[in-house]
């Protein structure tokens, strides 16, 4: 019950496509969705995040969607460019508790120019 | 601000000798945490800290790996005998309150020959 589950593993997108993240929880006590983006030799950095008090947020060129009935969420990268290519991981907690963040097992991606 | 700083950037050392891991949280954060990420096993948290105060253990792999926070600015983490199977890259991260994301540092690599 405390899995997420992340696919694809890998994704190879050409520049300007959009590539797709999707993940899946079980825990329905989860309400805080952040998705982290990591660049070799970097730490995981905080991207972007979702309550599921709605069902899309946008920040620039990245969209998260979350549908709370299916238990799942996704990232979208709009326009993708290479220097978007990254280890992009999903993750999910209690927002207002001191659990832990469960992170998703990671999608490389990479953005061909 | 500087944000969460580890040290060694980089770290070899021969199976049997003791390691010592450290990390800076930001200032006024005050929970930490200690993630180990390989290939196989992706992001593991090992043990996090509120207020200087471990909470949960319950990740850390065996009685070898030991962590202390003995102020809001400074944690290690040690591991004594070091063995082949720890050499994975440690991340140190850090938070403010209970809710939302965390900042994590650039990591610490880890060899052990």
């Known amino acids: 019950q405390q899995q997420v589950k992340q696919s694809p593993q890998s994704l190879i997108v050409q520049k300007g496509g959009i590539p797709i993240i999707n993940c899946a929880y079980e825990n329905t006590a989860f309400d805080y969705f952040p998705w982290y983006q990591q660049f070799p030799g970097k730490g995981p950095a905080l991207l972007i995040a979702i309550r599921p008090d709605v069902s899309e947020k946008k920040e620039g060129r990245f969209t998260i969607s979350f549908n709370k009935s299916a238990k799942q969420f996704s990232l979208h990268i709009m326009d993708s460019q290479p220097g978007d290519s990254a280890t992009y991981f999903c993750?999910?907690?209690?927002?207002?508790?001191?659990?832990?963040?469960?992170f998703g097992s990671g999608t490389r991606l990479s953005i061909r120019p | 601000d500087a944000g969460v700083i580890q040290s060694p950037r980089h770290e070899v050392t021969e199976m049997g000798q003791e390691v010592t891991l450290r990390c800076k949280p930001i200032?006024?954060?005050?929970?930490l945490f200690w993630y180990r990420q390989t290939m196989m096993r992706g992001l593991e948290l090992l043990i996090y800290?509120?207020?200087?105060?471990?909470?949960?253990d319950s990740g850390m792999p065996e009685d070898r790996f030991s962590a202390k926070m003995p102020n809001a600015s400074f944690s290690t983490l040690k591991i004594q005998p070091s063995e082949p199977r720890d050499s994975a890259v440690y991340f140190c991260?850090?938070?403010?309150?209970?809710?939302?994301?965390?900042?994590f540092g650039s990591g610490t690599r880890l060899t052990v020959v």
């Open positions: 993750a999910a907690k209690k927002y207002s508790s001191a659990s832990k963040i469960i």
């Open positions: 800290f509120n207020n200087n105060v471990p909470i949960d």
């Open positions: 991260a850090s938070s403010f309150g209970q809710a939302g994301g965390y900042t």
């Open positions: 200032s006024g954060h005050d929970y």
